[in-house]
């Protein structure tokens, strides 16, 4: 890629060792995460250092070597996205001490809502079968929307389950145990069903999965000095929920946990890939709509990437966008990974941006899959995952970038100052 001139690394090294931090860049960007008594202490563990000796030769690698003695510490530029999954069950309490060890200055619980409409921390409304042992729970799997029902090899017909945590109670869901993400579409019993975990992750650290309410999750990431970003996670089921439990009162309900909790809406980025929940924030809980955050999966193209459509989210009170990884990104013409027109036109409109989500595609040598898909032609090794968050992070001007170890963009942000 493209790598601006870097500061020489002894004047970087103290700049950063002395706590000096950029934030004339970008006024809202949200402020590291100081260390303090109830924080764990910062663990980078050897995969950052792994994944620098991966990088192709370059200041970018050479930088970030010379940054591997430093003390590390927690940077809100560095997003747990559900925890830290890429080993641990996500959205559990381990993944999510796992995170704040690893210098996530930010966690994300996604929100869905259960059967007596308890917000919970779940990625969707529909993946208990796959994230938790729900099928393996005779009463209940009985209460999924789809009960498990074994493959028939002879029939030619792969395992089934739908289950949805507006199926079970609050009480029914923390007697659950969360798992990786995974499941064995020709398993004939529960028991295989909850298997199939890709050989890139691990089930090392799934004997333990604790699952939280929306609630608790709050009280734990308090507990340990660190900031939030819930995400209100579409619903599946029809809205308004048995004819009564609206949209907005969903939307109310996960922003009136924070105030009950005493939390300071500058401490939390609410996300919700729903315009309408954005606006929502931003019209009727204003604190904490100041930092609301509209999520973006959509193919890019001239409607949603150009100057007029960021514009329209300026009019309409939105104050950060949050595009998958490779919205943001495109290759120029000698195959160097350049911010697109997407990520030039938001930045242009004044819109703050934040990148989704670095860690999930497993090695990186074939291209790295969906979540590089724009630049896949450029990615051939796992250090590259460097050069897409020095593009994101001083190309483009990301405040905060999400990612499955949370460790990766930790030593990132720690080096670079941010």
């Known amino acids: 890629m493209k790598i601006l001139l870097i500061l020489p690394l002894i004047i970087g090294a103290l700049a950063m060792l002395s706590g000096c931090n950029d934030s004339d860049n970008n006024a809202s960007a949200p402020e590291a995460t100081p260390s303090d008594d109830s924080s764990p202490l910062v663990q980078l563990g050897p995969r950052p250092y792994f994944l620098v000796n991966d990088m192709d030769e370059g200041e970018l690698k050479s930088t970030l070597q010379a940054c591997e003695s430093m003390t590390p510490t927690a940077s809100a530029f560095s997003i747990a996205h559900?925890?830290?999954?890429?080993?641990?069950?996500?959205?559990?309490?381990?993944?999510?001490?796992?995170?704040?060890?690893?210098?996530?200055?930010?966690?994300?619980?996604?929100?869905?809502?259960?059967?007596?409409?308890?917000?919970?921390?779940?990625?969707?409304?529909?993946?208990?079968?796959?994230?938790?042992?729900?099928?393996?729970?005779?009463?209940?799997?009985?209460?999924?929307?789809?009960?498990?029902?074994?493959?028939?090899?002879?029939?030619?017909?792969?395992?089934?389950?739908?289950?949805?945590?507006?199926?079970?109670?609050?009480?029914?869901?923390?007697?659950?145990r969360g798992k990786m993400d995974a499941f064995n579409e020709d398993a004939t019993t529960p028991e295989e069903y909850l298997g199939g975990t890709a050989d890139w992750r691990t089930n090392l650290y799934a004997t333990e999965g604790t699952l939280l309410s929306h609630r608790e999750s709050i009280q734990l990431i308090k507990e340990l000095g660190l900031k939030f970003t819930p995400e209100l996670k579409t619903p599946v089921v029809e809205m308004p929920f048995e004819g009564d439990y609206t949209q907005e009162d969903y939307a109310r309900q996960m922003i009136s946990e924070y105030i009950s909790a005493g939390v300071s809406p500058e401490d939390v980025w609410p996300q919700s890939f729903l315009l309408d929940d954005v606006v929502f924030w931003v019209n009727q809980m204003p604190e904490f709509g100041r930092q609301a955050v509209f999520l973006d999966e959509k193919s890019n193209d001239p409607e949603n990437t150009s100057m007029a459509y960021m514009e329209s989210l300026t009019q309409q009170g939105v104050p950060i966008l949050a595009p998958a990884l490779w919205k943001m990104l495109t290759l120029d013409a000698h195959q160097k990974i350049v911010p697109s027109d997407y990520a030039l036109n938001a930045k242009a409109a004044g819109l703050d941006l934040i990148g989704w989500s670095l860690e999930r595609s497993g090695p990186l040598k074939e291209g790295g899959g969906w979540y590089y898909q724009s630049i896949s032609d450029a990615i051939n090794n796992d250090g590259d995952i460097y050069t897409v968050i020095d593009v994101l992070a001083r190309e483009i001007g990301v405040i905060g970038i999400f990612s499955d170890w949370p460790a990766t963009t930790t030593h990132y942000a720690n080096c670079m100052g941010l």
């Open 82 to 176: 559900r925890g830290a999954p890429l080993q641990f069950p996500e959205h559990t309490r381990e993944s999510y001490v796992a995170a704040a060890k690893m210098g996530a200055g930010i966690i994300e619980c996604d929100v869905a809502f259960t059967k007596d409409r308890q917000l919970v921390c779940r990625h969707a409304q529909n993946d208990l079968h796959t994230t938790t042992n729900i099928v393996a729970v005779p009463e209940l799997n009985a209460k999924c929307t789809q009960p498990f029902v074994p493959a028939n090899p002879s029939a030619g017909t792969k395992a089934e389950a739908e289950c949805r945590t507006s199926d079970i109670t609050l009480a029914e869901f923390k007697t659950l």
